[in-house]
């Protein structure tokens, strides 16, 4: 699917993922892609599924477009390639029409985390080491695919002596690797790129630093870039939560004094969301005073994003590909709701002569820390 300024490019293969053929290519009807933080990327793509077309006679029956197939989606705009999904294929849908031309083949896929979530590995023990050591042990495993770890040691280390405690998995690795970031306040997902089949499974905490993408205009005439954009703030959104926890040698409990949040993310606007809601963390008296504060730090990053926006973006006009968990500017808002924001999720639509993005954006409050926000 090729049209300057932008070129789409897709790659399959059972282990390795090469160029497909170009009756292939010259089928794909559309594309849609969706990256979201917190949650599993996918995948959509539409194939025109003519009778007597190679799809049909030949690649389909093959087992081309089967569960388990890679796929991999590059986009390049104005000479700039972005891997926009590294996945497999978890289910095929076929169409037939009467009338000619309508017949379609969809094929539906994950990014490679879903083969980290197909085997139980129950009862798997991990003595004496911390939990980063863990992730990084459990994401070596699947290097066959192109996966690197980038791991951030947790704040607060929990390496229980094998003579108190041994931990065990429970369930699948990605069941594993999410708990284990849930416990730290951190998070997990694959980030494909910046080559084809090369993807970067990162452990850690939320990354809301770095250069900012290029803005984001609204209402500025000329040099807008997004239509419209719609912002939400949440009064209700955040919390502020306590957690008791036992004082070792006695059954005597105390508050456990929690950190800013600003520990994990820095702040991204002047005034900060209140938190209305007060709330004590329940199930917490007998653990580790460690393992509370993640958590509960966790909970408190979790609610902190009471402002929300949405809206829609030509790429073609932006002339730059919207990528998801990173920062970026909004400007033309009014100085309420300008300033950089967090993109929490992004779904790419392409189609022939047409690339859009659908996207959300989150930050903790209203005003812009600074003056001017950089095009």
Avoid: C
Avoid at 148 to 160: A, K, R
Avoid at 349 to 369: S, V
């Amino acid at each position: 699917m090729a049209d300057s300024p932008t070129h789409l490019s897709l790659l399959m293969g059972p282990r390795l993922a090469v160029p497909v053929p170009q009756p292939v290519t010259d089928a794909l009807l559309s594309a849609q892609v969706t990256i979201t933080a917190g949650q599993r990327s996918g995948f959509q793509l539409g194939f025109d599924l003519a009778k007597n077309a190679l799809i049909n006679t030949a690649l389909l029956p093959a087992g081309f477009f089967d569960p388990q197939i890679r796929v991999i989606l590059v986009a390049t705009v104005r000479g700039v390639p972005t891997v926009l999904i590294d996945g497999v294929i978890t289910r095929q849908e076929v169409g037939i029409s009467n009338q000619a031309g309508q017949s379609t083949l969809t094929v539906t896929g994950e990014d490679l985390t879903i083969l980290m979530d197909l085997e139980e590995k129950t009862g798997t023990s991990f003595s004496a080491r911390p939990h980063a050591a863990q992730v990084a042990e459990i994401i070596g495993g699947y290097a066959q695919w192109g996966i690197v770890p980038l791991v951030i040691p947790e704040l607060f280390p929990d390496t229980p002596m094998p003579t108190n405690r041994i931990p065990f998995q429970q369930g699948t690795d990605l069941g594993y690797l999410n708990e284990l970031a849930k416990a730290n306040g951190f998070v997990f997902y694959l980030d494909p790129g910046p080559a084809p089949g090369v993807s970067r499974a990162y452990w850690g905490p939320e990354v809301r630093l770095g250069v900012p993408q290029h803005a984001l205009n609204v209402n500025m005439d000329g040099l807008s870039t997004v239509d419209e954009l719609t912002f939400s703030f949440d009064g209700s959104a955040k919390e502020d939560l306590q957690a008791r926890v036992e004082i070792p040698g006695t059954r005597v409990s105390t508050v456990l004094p929690v950190p800013e949040v600003s520990v994990l993310r820095p702040p991204l606007a002047l005034k900060p969301a209140p938190a209305l809601k007060k709330r004590t963390l329940k199930d917490t008296a007998n653990k580790d005073a460690t393992q509370v504060l993640a958590e509960t730090l966790a909970k408190v990053a979790e609610s902190a994003d009471a402002v929300t926006g949405s809206g829609q973006l030509d790429v073609l006009r932006h002339g730059f590909v919207l990528r998801s968990r990173e920062l970026v500017g909004v400007r033309g808002a009014g100085i309420t709701y300008d300033g950089l924001y967090f993109v929490k999720s992004v779904t790419h639509n392409l189609r022939r002569g047409a690339y859009t993005q659908n996207f959300t954006l989150a930050r903790e409050g209203l005003i812009p820390l600074t003056p001017v926000v950089v095009p």
